[in-house]
């Protein structure tokens, strides 16, 4: 039962990562590929309708995963305090920056948004990849599962870590960069004319940065969490997580020229990349950098057999018709954008 | 100060801050089904025009609502996470039901009402912002559901090392607690979307501006404010006091300020509660009147705070007295406002009687400070304990967060806010100003 819940809420942290991914990676290259206010209300427009909605599965995830796992909920989100509450602060600034923008024409006020848009956009694609490095690593939990890491500390990857260190900084590197290349590639597949060749050509950059990155974070991963070897040596089918990876990432330079192909890759190379760190953690969720004993497990973090049995009954039907909503929505706002019909 | 203080104050400030919006958000959903349905009956543009303009309004707020409301979520686990650990469990369910049943609904289905309107058709536009209204309000209800666990714990067993364990399902969802606290809730809410669209239409009537949809507003928000008003106080006010009067009883003699367990107890008007001296300051009491309204018996005697032991009393009674009172005294004057304006609107006269237009202007912030007062009382009244009678607030903290750090991001949070708020009244202004003859 752990295993399924452990799953779910792997599945709904995917896919907050690739559907608000591409808000973020839009909100990275808008100022890179938008010159103009026209094609810059062409990218906001292209997220406008469905961000909030893609935001929606942080929040649905993290309630999930605090039914399921409340004392790991506990422990990484006290244990993480300062870099969590710049998360939502960086979150509250991206979200009124696109909810704010249009609101006045103004030669001030349109261009000030469109910088915090994007600096808050960056910002969080490199914090979502820096907590995603302190998962991997491990943190210094005590025997009460708690812990509290300071946002550096000599930014080794040793006993005394901080949030920031060379490795999540890696991470962080390599998410920012994924997450351009995911934006992007939206941006292309959302937009037409020139507005799309330069998301284009970003994506192409973005992607030659990635071949790199992906091997340097794969080697130091396994390098610094011994956890992974013993998981995939353990259980070698869980390659196919990798695999998946590897194939986003060939499947969106070999079919660069079509128009949802690439993007979808990306997803796919997103999915990859986090079911792959998920399969070689498991059973832990938020392992130990000290003694693995003190790590969190699926098994010592989750919550009583009742209340995951019930949850079940509910999530599955729930997230069913969630999904219905969300197909509706994306079909309704299908194809490339038009600025004829504004909203309000 | 010490930590606690600080972790109290940062959700006590993020959750007031917050709860701004969502209670005119989900007033106001109701309010645009109605002009919806209106603009469907009749066929006339001039209702879709109102509901449009009132959609913008609707969408600055829910962007507030949402970016703001992130953060409350969070904090359970950041500021709260010993609470978090052993509850989790049980509250987490609400919480996550609450994101997986309504902000799916909500978040999709406005994308469509603010963007889709040519592509849906009127049929499909109106479902849209009644699927929005169905969204807040199920939202609504599973806050307040975890509100109510925490106010009136039900369905969980003690686990060996004191953890809370959910044992019913159904318990939580049907605690006798939420149904009143619900229905006063959002009805508080539709109080607050009322007494907007009353003043920003009694707003354009006084300054002979779009006076067509002044009319409207003026009309729907009355009429709707008047039926809202008088149900704040019965049945559902009547209801949540018994649920306090039961199920916490220090907190009702708090809130009155009764120092004295009596028989045939009065009810405090006015007056200061001296918690040292245990005696309420210069009181205008109606005698007996609180027998009366808890148990229906003029003589019946009603339990004072000496009846309990001190600690458990609720740690800031002046602050609970003040709210209660606030919140009473506006409840009631508001049913005079809306019901003077619906007699007026009946009669034919309101629309020409410019004081009275006056008075449903100014009155536009008063719901707001009354639904605060609201869940001060219901907040405050919960103290000492983070669950009621299992667990005090200070077990419930964040041990290895410091007073430095909390108050960092409580200042973070207090300046971030300080931008929101300035940004929102500019642009809610300009879309008043700019008014629902434009687009």
Known sequence: ?344 | MDALTIHRLHFAFTVTFHYIFPQLTMGLALLLVVLKTMALRTGNEHYDRAARFWARIFAINFAMGVVTGIPMEFQFGTNWARFSKSAGGVIGQTLAMEGVFSFFLESSFLGLFLFGEKKLGPKGHWLAGFLVFLGSWLSGFFIVATDAWMQHPVGYTLGPHGEILLSSFWALLLNPWLLWQYLHNMIGAVVTGAFAMAAVGAFYLLVKRAEPYGRTFVRVGVIAGAAATVLMLFPTGDGQGKNIAFHQPPTLAAMEGLFESEAGAPLALIGQPDVDKRQLDNPLVIPRALSFLTYQRWHADVRGLNAFPPDRWPDNIPLLYFSYHIMVGLGTIFIAVMALAALELWRGRLFAQRKLLWLLMLSAPFPYIGNTAGWITAEAGRQPWLIYGLMRTPEGVSPHVSAGNALFTLIGFMGMYAVLAILFLLLVYREIDHGPEAA
Request: include cysteine; proline fraction near 5%; glycine fraction near 10%.
């Open chain 1, 1 to 344: 039962m752990e295993t399924i819940w452990f799953m779910l809420v792997a599945v709904m942290i995917a896919t907050y990562v690739v559907l608000d991914g591409f808000d973020l990676g839009a909100g990275i290259v808008h100022l890179l590929v938008a010159r103009t206010d026209r094609e810059r209300r062409q990218v906001l427009r292209s997220i406008g309708p469905v961000w909030d909605g893609n935001e929606v599965w942080l929040i649905a995830g993290g309630g999930t995963l605090y039914f399921a796992f409340p004392a790991l909920y506990a422990s990484s989100f006290s244990g993480f305090y300062l870099p969590l509450m710049m998360v939502l602060w960086l979150l509250i600034l991206r979200g009124i920056s696109i909810e704010f923008r249009n609101h006045i024409d103004s030669l001030v006020w349109k261009p000030f948004w469109d910088v915090v848009f994007g600096g808050a956009s960056a910002l969080l694609a490199i914090f979502f990849g820096a907590a995603l490095g302190n998962v991997v690593r491990g943190v210094p939990l005590d025997p009460a599962n708690e812990f509290f890491l300071p946002l550096w500390a000599n930014f080794g990857t040793g006993r005394e870590v901080g949030i920031l260190d060379w490795y999540t900084m890696l991470v962080a590197v390599a998410a920012f960069a994924t997450l351009t290349v995911h934006g992007a590639l939206w941006v292309a597949l959302k937009t037409d004319g020139e507005l799309e060749q330069r998301a284009r050509k970003v994506a192409l950059t973005g992607w030659w940065s990635l071949l790199p990155l992906t091997a340097a974070i794969t080697w130091c991963s396994f390098a610094i969490q011994p956890r992974l070897s013993a998981s995939y040596g353990a259980r070698p089918w869980g390659c196919v997580f990798p695999l998946l990876a590897v194939a986003g990432l060939i499947g969106m330079r070999a079919m660069r020229r079509r128009t949802v192909a690439p993007f979808l890759c990306s997803a796919l190379y997103i999915v990859g990349m986090l079911t792959s760190a998920a399969f070689g953690l498991y059973p832990y969720v938020l392992p130990s950098n000290l003694d693995p004993a003190l790590g969190l497990t699926v098994h010592n973090a989750a919550a009583a057999p009742y209340g995951l049995k019930v949850g079940l009954a509910w999530f599955i039907p729930g997230m069913v018709l969630a999904t219905g909503y969300f197909v509706y929505t994306y079909r309704s706002f299908a194809g490339k954008v038009s600025l004829e019909e504004e909203g309000h």
